[in-house]
């Protein structure tokens, strides 16, 4: 399923995630995980029609076994970058739903205590570093993060999301170029959705198989089908185990598609039918489904508990978040800086500098 | 207490650090084995070696915001960026980034880091190569911008920034490399958003920061020694934040301000010091704030354009006549 040194990415086949598995209790596991992103983007979506979420809103839909299949491939001690599509990535690492749905909500329980919103879900206690709203503004951060693992003598590993669009900022080449030069255990992931907002990959990338970028940094790489759930978490193993091991990076490409608009705003009226068709046709929840009860590893009705058992919890994420109240404007000034500074600005737009006649 | 160079305090805090902090590291480009652009960091490579001593490719944006990744695990990197012109290509990883990344994940992880880099005009370097933009900085929350000027600032400040939690654009210039003063012994550390007043006076007050600063105190003794003048000088070093009180209370002494800066004069860091006096000392002012800065234009190449463009001693001193005359206190003469 993986590819190097050229052809194109192979098509999944409905059945194979079914045979390829080790074992059914795994692909199940894959499954749920999978239609907890789905469940919960879709739930996301309709919280941000009714206006409880606000600002930009970026979902996993369609990319959800690719998320599955990264996470499953790196360890508790490994850190984790991302784009602001970020919601399905704090979900599996294992960020806590409730606090995940608070933070798009805006309120205090949410992870970054409502002050990063939606683009920019953080715990370090999971070790999810952040999604970043700059696109490409990820990298450098995620290659200062393994030169800390490197000059520690670490063994932890550093992932770095990013979309295809993002293979044509400076800040790409910058950081696959000191990544090889420095050794450094880091895996580059680009998630291939064949979009940048509304731009495609061939109008926007001058080699539009992105894995082969590398190539110019001496770099492995490797594509990979992204609607696959067990592809993209064995060829993730590959690169996480040579950038542990070999302190090495390395650039790993997934491919699949996005099912819906750029954000949740985004009609995507760029897009033709045949396009979204083709796209749905892969869908990798419905597909693992299908593989499921195909491969006789649960029937439809085990599946639907499942799919029960998600739509509880994001349920119970939405009660949280709805619960959980909005962050004191007396907590304005807590986090500009983390060591106190005499002489810092605290004021609100309407206090005055110097109290009148002081 | 030795006396040394701005240059020498910068290199032996640097060392020091090192010595005393294992998380402590240097990056940038050129600091190893050609020892620098402007050799502060000579000696380190050898002492140090390659991991602590880092040389990067001309990739600022990419080696800024990997040093910002570094701190985010709990190093201390201090990165050089050879001049501040070219942290204009690392904008996006100190102003989005490093500046943004405590407060936008709610206190989570602050970026512990340093970013050494010199400003300044009068080298005939034309105008991309001579530019003062720490303003951009300045005006940045979450970044803390100091810019010392005499040695022993040198020295204390950069050990109070490496020692700081946060983020910190650590402002040199080209023309205070040379420039020799007392540096105290020991481990002393300044502390950051505090103005200096490095000369007492009653007549004017001159708030300056970085090579201004040392101008102001030239004026303010050729002032004293010439006409009788007394000239108070408030040296910033901290930019951001901004010690307001220090300067107001200045003020409410003198009662008439010039405020010198080695930028563009428009919404720079000198019309930030005229609205705050203006905020907090408006009733004791006898005359309009004046401020010295550059001329408005990309600086020239040609000797004699970029000399009339920089701002000067004279014009200083011109400044503080018309502050002065505007309200007939010239001709007071000495105390
Ligand atoms: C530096 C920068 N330029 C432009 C944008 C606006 N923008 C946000 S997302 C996006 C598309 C990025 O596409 P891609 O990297 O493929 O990621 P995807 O959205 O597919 O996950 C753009 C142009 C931005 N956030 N940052």
């Known amino acids: 399923m993986t590819t190097k040194g050229g052809s194109n990415v192979a098509t999944t086949s409905r059945r194979r995630p079914a045979r390829s598995a080790k074992n059914s209790e795994e692909l199940l596991g894959y499954y749920r995980q999978m239609l907890l992103v789905r469940r919960f983007e879709e739930r996301t979506a309709q919280a941000y029609t009714e206006a409880k979420i606000g600002g930009y809103c970026h979902l996993n839909l369609g990319e959800e076994a690719t998320v599955v299949g990264l996470m499953a491939a790196i360890e508790e001690r490994d850190y984790l970058f991302t784009n602001y599509r970020d919601h399905g990535y704090a979900l599996i690492r294992g960020m806590d739903p409730g606090r995940v749905m608070a933070e798009l909500y805006g309120r205090q329980d949410g992870v970054s205590k409502g002050w990063g919103g939606s683009m920019h879900l953080f715990d370090t ?218 002489n810092d600005s605290r004021r609100l737009p309407a206090d005055p500098l110097f109290p009148v006649g002081a | 207490m030795a006396v040394m160079s701005y240059r020498q305090a910068l290199h032996d805090t640097l060392r020091a650090e090192m010595l005393r902090d294992p998380d402590v590291f240097l990056m940038g480009e050129e600091i190893g084995r050609f020892e620098g652009s402007y050799k502060i960091t000579a000696g380190l490579l050898d002492e140090f070696g390659p991991k602590r001593v880092r040389d990067t490719p001309i990739a600022e944006e990419g080696f800024t915001g990997a040093a910002v990744g570094a701190a985010m695990l709990g190093l201390r990197p201090v990165v050089e960026i050879m001049t501040i012109n070219f942290s204009l290509l690392a904008l996006d990883q100190i102003v989005n980034h490093a500046a943004k990344i405590y407060g936008m994940f709610g206190g989570q992880k602050s970026v512990p880091m340093v970013i050494r880099t010199p400003g300044g005009g009068g080298q005939q370097l034309a105008a991309t190569h001579s530019q003062n933009v720490e303003l951009f900085y300045a005006f940045t929350p979450g970044l803390k911008v100091v810019a010392p000027s005499s040695p022993a600032d040198a020295k204390a400040l950069l050990l109070a920034s490496i020692r700081d939690n946060d983020p910190v654009l650590f402002l040199e210039n080209l023309a205070l490399y040379n420039t020799k003063g007392e540096v105290p012994d020991g481990d002393v550390a300044g502390e950051i958003g505090r103005a200096a007043v490095t000369r007492e006076g009653t007549d004017i007050t001159l708030v300056a920061y970085s090579r201004m600063a040392h101008v102001a105190l030239q004026v303010a003794e050729k002032l004293a020694a010439d006409e009788g003048i007394s000239a108070e000088v408030v040296d910033l070093r901290s930019l951001r934040p901004l010690d307001r009180p220090t300067i107001i209370e200045s003020v409410k002494k003198t009662s008439c301000a010039v405020v010198l800066e080695d930028d563009w004069l428009t919404y720079g860091i000198g019309a930030e010091v005229a609205a705050s006096i203006s905020d907090g000392a408006f009733d004791y002012l006898d005359a309009p704030v004046r401020r010295v800065a550059m001329a408005e234009v990309p600086l020239p190449y040609a000797k004699s354009l970029e000399l009339a463009a920089l701002p000067s001693a004279n014009d200083v001193v011109t400044a503080v006549h018309q502050t002065l005359d505007a309200v007939g206190r010239r001709s007071v003469g000495a105390h």
């Open chain 1, 125 to 342: 206690d999971v070790r999810q570093l952040g999604g970043y709203g700059i696109v490409g503004g990820q990298l450098p951060l995620a290659a200062g993060a393994a030169l800390a693992v490197s000059y520690r003598d670490g063994d932890e590993v550093v992932m770095c999301q990013m979309g295809d669009g993002t293979t044509n900022i400076g800040a790409f080449h910058e950081t696959l170029n000191m990544a090889t030069l420095w050794d450094l255990p880091i895996v580059f992931v680009v998630v291939n959705n064949h979009l940048g907002m509304g731009t495609t990959v061939e109008m926007s990338s001058a080699e539009p198989e992105l894995y082969k970028r590398a190539s110019a940094y001496r770099m492995e790489s490797a594509r990979v089908d992204g609607n696959d759930v067990i592809a993209v978490r064995d060829a993730a193993k590959v690169a996480v185990e040579r950038a542990r091991k070999e302190q090495k990076p390395y650039l790993l490409e997934t491919v699949s598609g996005r099912l819906k608009g750029h954000s949740v705003v985004d009609p995507a009226a760029y897009r033709s039918k045949d396009e979204v068709e083709a796209v749905r046709a892969q869908d990798p929840v419905a597909a693992l489904h299908d593989a499921l009860v195909d491969g006789k590893v649960a029937d439809a009705d085990q599946l639907a508990e499942v799919d029960a058992e998600v739509h509880r919890i994001v349920k119970a994420a939405v009660e949280f978040a709805e619960k959980s109240p909005a962050p004191e404007v007396s907590s304005l000034f807590d986090y500009t800086y983390a060591s106190p500074v005499p």
